[in-house]
């Protein structure tokens, strides 16, 4: 068995802008367990940067520990990467971001990775809006470890030994949104239609950008007791409405016959569209964004979709006031002022 993918692809495979195909944004082959939910969200990275004609060489892939980590070697070959130790990814990424602002920066975690030993690093690149794109595969599982229930696993949840999970779940959503992140999905592996856009939008975002998609373990959470099951997960979704990504510079050409239709324009010039099913759900208001998922839980309903959005956020940077210049392309006359200036500095504090 080999896990290296032939070179050659057909010749007249389709070009985005750049003059790329979607062979430039794969990765190696998978090694995670077929029918893996992780492959799909890996497959709509793919596609959603192709899409966009992304230069891959401008991604920064940023991961954890676990099944989620593993997958950011299946996509963008081509690209920055760095593999940090468990929970760990979002101070990697704050550095990083810190050092180069101009690239667009990709985490990829777990429900472990973020939700037990990451809680806190999650809660504070949350608190500091770094601009990034923050998925989590969440799975109610840890996979590498043979199955044990995680933090995102529901009560009463059985798994696939039959023990039954006592404990309540941490709902990542509910929390990113409580925290401040100033964009906040919530989707389902087997949902590509649905997951696209929200990723395209994602990643136009400004700021920190959360993504919690329901990814399920095929080989230990796929049983009938669990509620990160595949046929769970279908029987029991709730969608907030139908959402479009409309690229910048592009007429609208999508309407829909019933239903209330918002347009939520960003920061440069594109758009989503939002067909909304909740009347009384508004994705500019973090109390109502809450509310519905709340709702949504006591009906035991996993609620997809856009939940909230702040369209103009103050990111890291900004908040900091740093240079407008990647900190990595200052030069040392800038990066050290000297010694008069250090005198004037340490005089300061006297």
Same mark, same amino acid.
């Given at each position: 068995?080999?896990?290296?993918?032939?070179?050659?692809?057909?010749p007249q495979?389709?070009k985005?802008?750049? @003059?790329?195909?979607s062979?430039e944004?794969?990765?190696?082959?998978?090694?995670?367990?077929?029918?893996?939910?992780h492959?799909s969200?890996?497959?709509?990275?793919?596609?959603?940067c192709?899409? =966009? /004609?992304? &230069?891959?060489h401008r991604v920064?892939?940023?991961s954890?520990?676990?099944?989620s980590?593993?997958?950011?070697?299946?996509?963008?070959s081509?690209?920055?990467g760095?593999?940090?130790? $468990?929970?760990?990814?979002?101070?990697?990424?704050?550095?990083? +971001?810190?050092?180069?602002? /101009?690239? *667009?920066?990709?985490? #990829?975690?777990? /429900?472990?990775?973020?939700?037990?030993?990451?809680?806190?690093?999650? !809660?504070?690149?949350?608190r500091?809006? *770094?601009?990034?794109?923050?998925?989590?595969?969440?799975?109610?599982?840890?996979?590498l470890?043979? @199955?044990?229930?995680?933090?995102?696993?529901? !009560?009463?949840?059985?798994?696939?030994?039959?023990?039954?999970?006592?404990?309540?779940?941490?709902?990542?959503?509910? *929390?990113?949104?409580?925290?401040?992140?100033?964009?906040?999905?919530?989707?389902?592996?087997?949902?590509?239609?649905? =997951?696209?856009?929200?990723?395209?939008?994602?990643i $136009?975002?400004?700021?920190?950008?959360?993504?919690?998609i #329901?990814?399920?373990?095929?080989?230990?959470?796929?049983?009938?007791?669990?509620?990160?099951?595949?046929?769970?997960?279908? &029987?029991?979704?709730?969608?907030?409405?139908?959402?479009?990504?409309?690229?910048?510079?592009?007429?609208?050409s999508?309407?829909?016959?019933?239903?209330?239709?918002?347009?939520? &324009?960003?920061?440069?010039g594109?758009?989503?569209?939002?067909?909304?099913?909740?009347?009384?759900?508004?994705? &500019?208001?973090?109390?109502?964004a809450?509310?519905?998922?709340?709702?949504?839980?006591?009906? %035991?309903? !996993?609620?997809?979709?856009?939940?909230?959005?702040?369209?103009?956020?103050?990111? *890291?940077? %900004?908040?900091?006031?740093?240079?407008?210049?990647p900190?990595n392309? =200052?030069?040392? +006359?800038?990066?050290?002022?000297?010694? %008069? +200036?250090? %005198?004037?500095?340490?005089?300061?504090?006297?």
């Amino acid at each position: 068995m080999t896990f290296f993918k032939p070179s050659f692809r057909h010749p007249q495979l389709p070009k985005n802008k750049l @003059g790329y195909t979607s062979a430039e944004y794969e990765g190696v082959i998978s090694t995670l367990c077929a029918g893996c939910g992780h492959d799909s969200i890996g497959a709509a990275i793919v596609q959603a940067c192709f899409e =966009l /004609d992304i &230069e891959p060489h401008r991604v920064a892939k940023m991961s954890g520990i676990g099944c989620s980590s593993k997958t950011p070697a299946y996509f963008l070959s081509n690209s920055h990467g760095f593999n940090s130790v $468990h929970g760990r990814m979002p101070a990697v990424a704050t550095g990083a +971001n810190l050092a180069n602002k /101009d690239l *667009l920066y990709i985490g #990829v975690s777990g /429900d472990g990775d973020s939700a037990s030993i990451g809680m806190g690093q999650f !809660v504070h690149v949350i608190r500091k809006n *770094l601009n990034m794109v923050y998925i989590c595969m969440n799975n109610g599982v840890y996979g590498l470890t043979k @199955g044990q229930d995680s933090a995102t696993a529901d !009560v009463g949840s059985i798994s696939k030994s039959g023990s039954v999970n006592p404990f309540p779940p941490i709902d990542l959503a509910s *929390l990113a949104i409580e925290l401040g992140a100033s964009f906040v999905a919530q989707s389902f592996s087997g949902d590509k239609e649905q =997951l696209l856009p929200l990723l395209k939008a994602a990643i $136009h975002h400004p700021g920190f950008a959360f993504l919690n998609i #329901v990814s399920p373990c095929v080989t230990f959470n796929n049983n009938l007791g669990s509620t990160k099951s595949y046929q769970f997960v279908r &029987e029991h979704a709730a969608c907030t409405g139908q959402t479009d990504y409309v690229p910048m510079m592009e007429p609208i050409s999508k309407s829909y016959a019933e239903g209330e239709l918002a347009m939520i &324009e960003l920061h440069d010039g594109s758009a989503l569209q939002l067909r909304k099913l909740e009347h009384d759900w508004n994705p &500019e208001n973090r109390l109502s964004a809450i509310t519905a998922l709340k709702r949504a839980e006591s009906q %035991q309903e !996993v609620l997809t979709g856009l939940l909230f959005i702040d369209r103009n956020p103050r990111d *890291l940077h %900004q908040i900091l006031n740093t240079t407008n210049i990647p900190l990595n392309q =200052l030069n040392a +006359n800038v990066l050290c002022p000297g010694n %008069q +200036n250090l %005198q004037m500095i340490n005089a300061g504090f006297r």
